[in-house]
Nanobody
Framework: QVQLVESGGGLVQTGGSLTLSCADS????????MGWFRQAPGKEREFVAT????????YYADSVKGRFTTSRDITKNTVFLQMNSLKPEDTAVYYC????????????????WGQGTQVTVSS
């Protein structure tokens, strides 16, 4: 069973930065596009970013484009989400996801999900 372990969430002030990490057990990491999603209280889970198997293809939601960057370290089976210029509206539980055949922005394209990590941006 694939396990995705996320870390790096926390409390930060507006304009600050955080880097989320998602470590995979490795069973499918090398053959899987990875995604980041977030869910704020009372809202549906929304797409944040996705990255292809080699790391060469990345796509972002318009709301984070230019501020967030996703990357992956294949040798460490880890994907990262660097978040800069954070805003209060970025506050949510962030999830990483694995198992997609290609980079995609819809949750149902992914098979495995992490437990989520809380990101809170204070104003």
């Amino acid at each position: 069973q694939v396990q995705l372990v996320e870390s790096g969430g926390g409390l930060v002030q507006t304009g600050g930065s955080l880097t989320l990490s998602c470590a995979d057990s490795g069973r499918i990491f090398s053959n899987s596009a990875m995604g980041w999603f977030r869910q704020a209280p009372g809202k549906e889970r929304e797409f944040v970013a996705t990255i292809g198997t080699s790391g060469g293809s990345t796509y972002y939601a318009d709301s984070v484009k230019g501020r967030f960057t996703t990357s992956r370290d294949i040798t460490k089976n880890t994907v990262f989400l660097q978040m800069n210029s954070l805003k209060p509206e970025d506050t949510a539980v962030y999830y990483c996801a694995a198992g997609a055949m290609s980079p995609m922005g819809v949750p149902h394209g992914y098979v495995d999900w992490g437990q989520g990590t809380q990101v809170t941006v204070s104003s």
